[in-house]
């Protein structure tokens, strides 16, 4: 994501704009990829795109889309909303981890990771998403932001593969 962007999903979260509004723009574009090519379009003229914003949008969402389109960065939509996503979550002290593990983890386990990952971010809340993976033979592997512990078997055997190569 680009520093646009980011400025973009900045303004769009002080506009205070409620997540609901947002993610019903978000879906409005995901079944519609029509629209966002019109949008972007450089045949279609600016009055054009103001009225279809005007007719399918939230009120909320109408003028920061206009800007979108008058700057030629609505093409940027998706990812101004995955960024959005990451600057609220962040403003709320959230932070998403993936767990991939060979077999899913008890509640108690999962608990022990949610504190870990909290602790270790200082945030207050994670989500944590999780997916089984067969090829990891056993164990886990965590990942977070550009962090990532490998603790799977598959992890483990090619770290020693690694030293008895050098070795």
């Known amino acids: 994501m680009t520093q646009i962007e980011m400025n973009y999903a900045i303004v769009l979260y002080e506009l205070k704009v409620s997540e ?6 978000k879906k409005i574009f995901e079944e519609n990829p029509v629209l966002l090519k019109s949008l ?3 045949v279609v003229d600016a009055k054009a795109k103001r ?3 005007e007719r399918i949008f939230p009120k909320e969402m109408t003028n920061f889309l206009k800007v979108l389109c008058d700057y030629q960065t609505i093409g940027s939509i998706e990812e101004i909303f995955r960024a959005y ?3 609220s979550n962040e403003q709320k ?3 998403k981890a993936i767990l991939y593990c060979y077999k899913e983890p008890d509640e108690k386990e999962i608990q022990g990771f949610n504190r870990y990952i909290a602790k270790r971010y200082g945030k207050k809340k994670v989500t944590l998403k999780i997916e089984e ?5 056993g164990g886990f592997l965590l990942r977070v932001k550009d962090y990532e512990i490998d603790w799977s078997l598959k992890g483990r055997l090619e770290q020693l593969k690694q030293i008895l190569v050098r070795g």
């Open 20 to 25: 609901e509004v947002i993610l019903n723009c």
């Open 40 to 42: 972007t379009s450089p």
């Open 51 to 53: 009225r279809v914003i």
């Open 85 to 87: 996503t990451a600057y």
């Open 93 to 95: 002290g959230i932070i």
């Open 133 to 137: 993976r067969a090829d990891l033979l």
